[in-house]
């Protein structure tokens, strides 16, 4: 059985054939993230249905890390988690122009979003997919408490980042 750590570990170590910047993106989210994932999880994190939710985190955080570091022209270690926090929660920012922003922010840095030989942009890819059921669905899809909403990498960022309070923050 694939546990979840070791699929971020896993994620973590094929970054490093990445851009400058990429594989320390995914060091330190999987760095964050995995002391509250060993202590808060059962038989290691094995995959159950929210750890898909927390997986989508993980790589949202490693790509929240990339785009601040690099558009700042800093290291990774030097993005404090609050400057994650706002590229999702601030003024004017919603569900709907959030992914756009991201996808700007990886052209200014030479990534075509599209381009699934790059690894940022493939990641990007799985990350910008919008679970939200189309409003002619079924009522009983709209009631499902257990269904996933929104794109997956802000429904990850919001589990992650309110989780155990290992990254120092909590809404």
Same mark, same amino acid.
């Given at each position: ?79 404090? /988690? ?5 590229? /999702? ?55 499902? /408490? ?26």
């Amino acid at each position: 059985m694939t546990l979840l750590l070791d699929d971020m570990a896993a994620r973590r170590d094929a970054a490093a054939e990445g851009p400058h910047g990429w594989y320390e993106a995914w060091d330190r989210s999987v760095a964050l993230l995995s002391p509250g994932w060993r202590r808060g999880m059962p038989y290691g994190a094995t995959w159950y249905w929210d750890n898909i939710v927390r997986a989508d985190g993980c790589a949202g955080l490693a790509m929240a890390f990339y785009l601040i570091a690099r558009e700042d022209n800093r290291p990774v270690d030097a993005v404090d /988690i609050s400057e994650v926090v706002a590229l /999702i929660h601030g003024p004017g920012l919603n569900w709907g122009n959030i992914p756009g922003r991201w996808e700007n922010s990886m052209r200014r840095l030479g990534h075509d979003p599209e381009d699934s030989a790059d690894p940022v942009s493939a990641c990007w890819q799985e990350l910008r997919l919008d679970n939200t059921p189309p409003p002619d669905a079924p009522d009983e899809v709209h009631m499902d /408490i257990t269904r996933r909403w929104g794109p997956r990498f802000l429904e990850g960022l919001n589990l992650v980042l309110r989780g155990p309070s290992d990254l120092g923050i909590s809404f």
